[in-house]
């Protein structure tokens, strides 16, 4: 992964733990509301003071965990979201809370509730079991501390409120890991469609390839060949221009005659292994039909051009057909060049010309169109 699509990643994720770290605020800002509600109806066991402490230490919390995901330094941690961090200090504000409650502390367990959902698809099963248990037995031990101190009120509700929780954080702790059960299934699935995709990828390039290629030779084919030759028209400026070449190997069908076709596949299979030999990586060759080729090269010149046919021709006419003795190999080549505007047919008739000249005048030559024009 390049560093810069890194970055956006973590960006990304910043933005979404961001938006989560909203919503535990948001929660945070209901659960004081609450509290300030209880307080002015006289259900809140505290002084305006220190709900003001209480409402300024809860912010503070908050703050540092927002100063956290501001600086990045939450990357840091194994699990950048710190969800459970945020959960077990959520619980223990809450719990906090609860111990200053009078008659209305049932109506503020379902906070509870509110934030275990909050780690419910992103903890671990054991962990968020674990935070519902310190969930419970922190409600539980408040009760007790009361009882132990004869400030329980009503011992039976005391005791229906943390049966309840209980039964809510085991239901919770099942829940969670029914969704992390799903959604490794699902991740399992996602990989397995991923992987199924990647082979259908695999499979299609390999379709592509086997369309494009000539089998015997293993170079392009002809209809390859001409998508190609236009697009690179197509993409040709001002001031560039391309070789076009039609090679045909001399006497092939007398090979064929005295050697057998056999003898005339290992012929054009040498060619193509001294062409690929010659060429460029940017030039392209195809099989144009029995022994005809032929040769593109991008961005060339005509001196260039010519040189490099003559390279070819040259490498060929020394060649030696594995497993087969024939006499010396030669090859004719006819050559043109493609500019900015110019017709491929029109450019393929030139180089056909030339090529029929090249074999006109005695086979085992190049011939350019321009020579021509030039005349």
């Known amino acids: 992964m390049s560093l810069s ?199 299609m390039r390999q379709l592509e390839d086997l369309v494009a290629t000539d089998e015997l030779t293993g170079l392009f084919n002809r209809r390859h060949f001409l998508r190609f030759a236009k697009s690179a028209l197509e993409g040709l400026r001002v001031g560039r221009q391309h070789g076009l070449a039609l090679i045909d190997l001399d006497h092939f069908k007398r090979i064929n005659d005295t050697h057998g076709h056999a003898a005339g596949d290992r012929v054009l299979q040498t060619f193509a292994s001294v062409a690929q030999a010659c060429l460029r990586d940017g030039d392209v060759i195809a099989r144009y039909g029995g022994e005809e080729f032929v040769l593109l090269l991008p961005n060339t010149q005509s001196d260039q051009f010519t040189a490099c046919c003559e390279r070819l021709r040259e490498a060929f006419n020394q060649a030696e057909p594995l497993g087969i003795k024939v006499d010396t190999l030669s090859l004719s080549i006819g050559m043109t060049l493609l500019t900015m505007h110019d017709d491929l047919d029109e450019a393929l008739q030139r180089a056909d010309q030339a090529l029929y000249r090249a074999k006109r005048s005695g086979r085992n030559r190049c011939a350019a169109a321009w020579e021509d024009a030039d005349a």
């Open 5 to 203: 699509h890194q970055r956006v990643t973590q960006h990304t994720l910043q933005r979404l733990l961001l938006k989560r770290f909203g919503m535990a605020t948001a929660t945070y800002a209901l659960t004081g509301l609450l509290c300030w509600v209880a307080l002015f109806n006289d259900l809140f066991r505290a002084s305006l003071a220190t709900a003001l402490l209480l409402t300024g230490l809860a912010t503070l919390s908050q703050l540092l965990f927002l100063g956290l995901f501001v600086s990045g330094q939450n990357l840091r941690f194994r699990d950048p979201s710190l969800t459970e961090a945020q959960v077990l200090v959520a619980l223990a504000w809450l719990t906090l809370l609860l111990g200053m409650f009078a008659n209305g502390r049932g109506a503020l367990l379902a906070i509870y509730v509110v934030i275990l959902l909050f780690g419910v698809f992103q903890l671990p099963p054991r962990v968020f079991a674990r935070c519902a248990l310190i969930a419970f037995f922190g409600f539980a031990g408040l009760n007790l501390y009361e009882a132990f101190l004869n400030r329980l009120a009503d011992p039976g509700l005391a005791i229906l409120q943390v049966s309840v929780l209980g039964g809510v954080m085991l239901w919770l702790s099942l829940f969670a890991s029914y969704v992390q059960a799903m959604r490794q299934r699902m991740r399992q699935r996602r990989f397995a469609l991923q992987a199924h995709q990647d082979t259908l990828r695999g499979m």
